[in-house]
């Protein structure tokens, strides 16, 4: 027994089996051994190391720096604001489970966020019509920029056909498709919406922003945690709700953020301008040359002005923070942080208190020219004036212009919330715009269609539209491409009307300029009536979808007394235009107060303004300098907008507005408008005629009232060609500055081409006695003369000034007419500014600035730029006071200054600019104050202002302002001005 047990162990001994039980017997309790070092012993520090392994770095926004006017007040700085964020923070195994978790969470964070009472940030190109559809917001290439980042391609011409063409209503139809972002609920199981936390069914609404926001988040999904804001400068209330129940909502966070604020920005927006979110053509850009790719898509850049200008100085430094998180984004530990830099700050030249003011007196007088031209009638007739200071407005055009600058919203008759009288309105629109419809069906359609030069002037306007703005513009169905302009059936309809709109559509689609794949798909079988037919009804429908076609409606039912001048009066209480004011509303409704006598009332006390209006005139500007350093005081355009609603959070229906506004306010009528300087540019031309010694400072020139040496004649301004006379007899210069000679200057002109025979003034005449162009005068030479004075001026260039300008034009023919400031002279306020300082300090033209220093956060100064000379006039003495004489001798003589000429004394010269025998001329002033020590220079220019007397009366309140000569309260009134509509001469 005892052998047979040993042989079995000595066998099993030496057996491979028990080689292996042992083997596995170690490894075994290795394992075990290891397993409870790190669950036991170990468990809570290898917790913590598998949930660190994420390293995230965020960016550390930096602060924008502040602008400060030149008295240190604060015109554009930062405020403190919560933003929420969100961070798709979740790991999915299929797209609909991430489509349920995405919108689940971000739809219940923008109920938490509108509960509050803060919106959802969503910077999107389509909105919800006023036919309860969706439309897009933009146009052209920032359109098809939309579709491109959308449908995720870097080049717009990566787009598909159908990608690029589609309806706003079918791209939000695709992306909700569960391939995209999986908002059509009805693919969902009720479970599954329970689970995630979502309703049975979006409103468009809620669609439209849970697109918008998954679109936002789809932007930045190339790179990992990074965030997309989807709320910005939430209320206290908001983010202490999200801040308690954060787990709630996985990737949603507030962050601290600032925004952009700015003082008094009516006044100030076209100096400043305002900052936005970079667009991608401003990305590239600004991280182009020396940009060292600083920027990304989330930042916030200058969109215009000064914002825009001084964008490196005023963006500061962003700075960054190393975490540790979770994979829940949960921050769980801060490994490193480099703090930002805040952006530089800008001193301006501005006075603020200066700028406001001199925006309200512009605002004054031109509501008082437009108050003193408006008449109670229905049209008026321009033919039968014989000078444009006749020019009148009728008071329907004033009840139209309502309408067509879009201060009363057409799209408003039609909501739920309309009021009684908005939905009468909207009602008989209705059935006018249904008869218009059959009559343009016809007109398209009829064989017997009437002939364009026979239809009412209504009808015509409706088949223009038609035809430019539909098929040519709108749609590109009619491909202007392919029109052969030489076509005599082209000819007829747009030159003499003698044919009718179906003929000319016949003949369009018989000769191919019609494409009408974009009106009907299948035109295998089609003949011409049909598709004239399918054109019809493709015009029409894309007429009742369009504004402008409305606006003309409104326009001819306004005229043609469907809607009355009460009705218009009574939608400025409903729509919120005017505060509601039950005793003027009901004064209107029964008759007790005439319309025109309402809104002539509510135009003298400013409720509605020029601005508003937009007739002619309804813009101004003005421009006051430091004539001994170039220092821009006051840099003025009227109107200006609220930059406030487009910078940060921008409000697209703010911005269409004003894009769409007739009186333009983008545009600087300070820097970027050019008209003809008119008289004001007199001083260049005396300034040549007695440095090229053709006339001598005290010699005279005999101004018999019209200028004949050059044809055709020039009249000057006391010349009557009613009574066919008048005339100034000889005058100095000093004199013909005063009385703006335009026969002097016109002499002056000519005399600098002379060749030869120089003082010979006798027309020349041909064997039919009638005059022509002298054989000893050369218009070149007058005008290269006139062009190298004008540049010592500054006439030459741009004036420096740091925002966008227009580049001034000197005329490059015609020097008779060049010397008295009309030709083709054209230069903007802010170089007839230059030009004024230049003449008060005695010919040291300064460039002109707004930048008095930069400084850091710490106010430290980092640049202070010193006065830069662009050019001099070098006149002696004496030629200088002739100048100044005569111009104080405008002043003396001026009806305008009237007030204050017995208590100051300053020097100027007006001038009157003509550019269209239909519009009224421009109104121009130039000086300098006081006469004997200039401090300010200034230029003042109210586009259409009928007289320069109306721009010389601004100039004076503002000299008045400035040098406290009166009271602030009999200045600023904020009334319109009482001033003088037409002049006492055509300077």
């Excluded at 359609?445 to 239809?455: E, I, N, P, R, W």
């Excluded at 409706?462 to 491409?481: P, Q």
Aim: proline share 2%.
């Amino acid at each position: 027994m005892f052998n047979y047990v040993k042989n079995s162990l000595s066998k099993l001994i030496k057996s491979r089996l028990i080689v292996l039980v042992v083997l596995f017997a170690l490894l075994a309790g290795i394992l075990i051994q290891r397993l409870y070092t790190m669950q036991i012993i170990n468990g809570e520090k290898y917790l913590t190391d598998f949930t660190m392994q994420i390293k995230k770095e965020t960016t550390l926004k930096s602060t924008r720096g502040n602008i400060y006017d030149r008295d240190g007040n604060a015109v554009a700085y930062n405020k403190l604001a919560y933003n929420v964020t969100y961070e798709d923070v979740g790991s999915y195994d299929t797209t609909r489970e991430r489509n349920l978790a995405m919108n689940g969470s971000l739809y219940q964070i923008m109920k938490v966020i509108e509960d509050g009472g803060d919106q959802v940030y969503t910077n999107y190109a389509i909105d919800i019509g006023s036919d309860g559809q969706y439309e897009f917001t933009r146009e052209g290439f920032n359109l098809l920029r939309f579709r491109a980042d959308i449908f995720g391609y870097a080049d717009t011409e990566d787009l598909k056909t159908d990608e690029r063409n589609c309806t706003a209503e079918e791209m939000m139809q695709t992306l909700s498709t569960k391939k995209w972002y999986g908002i059509d609920l009805s693919v969902y199981t009720e479970e599954e919406l329970q689970e995630y936390g979502l309703p049975s069914s979006f409103t468009k609404e809620e669609q439209l922003k849970l697109t918008a926001l998954r679109s936002a988040v789809a932007q930045n999904s190339y790179q990992k945690y990074v965030t997309t804001t989807i709320a910005k400068d939430i209320s206290k209330d908001t983010v202490a709700v999200i801040m308690e129940n954060k787990d709630r909502y996985p990737g949603v966070d507030v962050e601290e953020d600032s925004i952009r604020v700015y003082e008094d920005g009516l006044y100030m927006a076209p100096l400043i301008g305002y900052t936005g979110q970079v667009s991608a053509e401003e990305l590239e850009e600004l991280n182009g040359e020396n940009g060292n790719g600083q920027y990304s898509s989330s930042d916030i850049v200058g969109k215009s002005g000064l914002e825009k200008y001084f964008e490196k100085e005023l963006r500061g430094q962003n700075g960054t923070k190393t975490v540790y998180v979770d994979n829940l984004g949960k921050v769980l530990k801060e490994d490193s942080e480099v703090a930002p830099q805040a952006g530089n700050d800008i001193h301006l030249t501005i006075d603020r208190n200066l700028q406001i003011a001199v925006y309200k007196i512009l605002e004054q007088y031109i509501a008082g020219i437009v108050y003193n031209k408006i008449f109670d009638a229905e049209k008026f007739d321009k033919d039968s004036i014989s000078s444009e200071d006749d020019i009148l407005i009728p008071i329907y055009d004033v009840y139209y212009s309502l309408f067509e600058n879009n201060v009363l919203d057409a799209d408003h008759l039609a909501s739920d919330d309309a009021s009684d009288n908005e939905k009468r309105i909207y009602s008989e629109f209705q059935s006018r715009e249904e008869e218009i419809f059959s009559e343009i069906r016809g007109q398209m359609t009829s064989s017997s269609a009437t002939a364009y030069q026979d239809l009412s002037e209504e009808m015509q306007v409706y088949e223009s539209f038609i035809v430019d703005d539909v098929l040519i513009e709108g749609t590109e169905v009619l491909d202007k491409d392919k029109i052969d302009t030489n076509d005599e059936m082209w000819t007829k309809w747009s030159n003499d009307g003698s044919v009718s709109l179906n003929e000319f559509l016949s003949y369009a689609i018989s000769k191919n300029w019609i494409d009408i794949t974009k009106v009907n798909s299948d035109t295998t079988y089609l003949d011409t009536s049909e598709i004239t037919a399918a054109l019809a009804d493709y015009v029409t429908d894309y007429l009742s979808k369009s504004d402008a076609f409305s606006r003309q409606v409104y326009k001819y039912m306004i005229q043609n007394y469907q809607i009355s001048g009460k009705d218009i009066c009574l939608l400025l209480f409903d729509q919120g235009i005017l505060k509601m004011n039950e005793e003027d509303y009901s004064a209107l409704e029964n008759g007790a107060v005439s319309a025109y006598d309402f809104i002539m009332a509510k135009i003298y006390s400013l409720e509605i303004t020029p601005a508003m209006l937009a007739l002619e005139p309804c813009t101004g500007s003005a421009v006051i300098t430091d004539p001994d350093n170039g220092d821009v005081l006051a840099c003025v355009t009227y109107p200006g907008y609220d930059n406030n609603r487009l910078a940060n959070n921008m409000d697209d229906d703010y911005f269409y507005k004003l894009n769409s506004d007739k009186s333009s306010p983008f545009y600087n009528k300070a820097t970027q408008e050019v008209t003809a300087p008119g008289s004001t540019f007199k001083i260049v031309a005396a300034t040549a005629g007695v440095m090229e010694g053709v006339v001598g400072a005290y010699d005279t020139i005999n101004c018999t009232g019209k200028f004949q040496l050059i044809p055709p004649d020039v009249n000057c301004w006391i010349y009557s060609e009613r009574y066919k006379s008048g005339s100034h007899g000889p005058l100095t210069l000093s004199q013909a500055i005063k009385e703006s000679c335009n026969f002097y200057f016109n002499t002056v002109g000519y005399m600098l081409g002379k060749t030869s025979d120089f003082t010979n003034l006798t027309p020349e005449t041909d064997a039919d006695g009638n005059v022509v162009q002298s054989s000893t005068y050369n218009d070149a030479q007058a005008i290269s003369t006139l062009t190298k004075y004008a540049a010592m001026y500054g006439f030459d260039a741009n004036t420096g000034i740091e925002i966008d300008e227009t580049a001034p034009h000197v005329s490059t023919a015609d020097g008779a007419r060049t010397a008295m400031g009309q030709a083709g002279n054209t230069f903007t306020t802010s170089q007839l500014s230059r030009y004024a300082a230049t003449i008060a300090n005695n010919g040291t033209c300064y460039d002109l600035t707004l930048l008095d220093r930069i400084t850091d956060s710490d106010n430290n100064t980092l640049e202070e730029p010193e006065p830069v000379v662009h050019s001099t006039v070098d006149l002696s003495s004496d030629l200088w006071d002739v100048i100044h004489s005569g111009m104080n001798g405008v002043y003396q003589s001026n009806a305008a200054f009237t007030d204050i000429k017995s208590s100051f004394n300053m020097a100027g010269k007006t001038g009157t600019a003509q550019e269209n025998q239909d519009k009224p001329n421009h109104a121009l002033f130039i000086g300098y104050a006081p006469y004997d020590t200039p401090e300010i220079a200034m230029a003042v220019r109210i586009t259409n202002g009928y007289s320069s007397t109306n721009a010389a009366s601004v100039a004076k309140d503002i000299v008045s302002y400035y040098f406290k000569l009166k009271d602030e309260s009999d200045i600023i009134t904020n009334t319109a001005a009482n001033v003088n509509v037409s002049n006492s001469f055509a300077d």
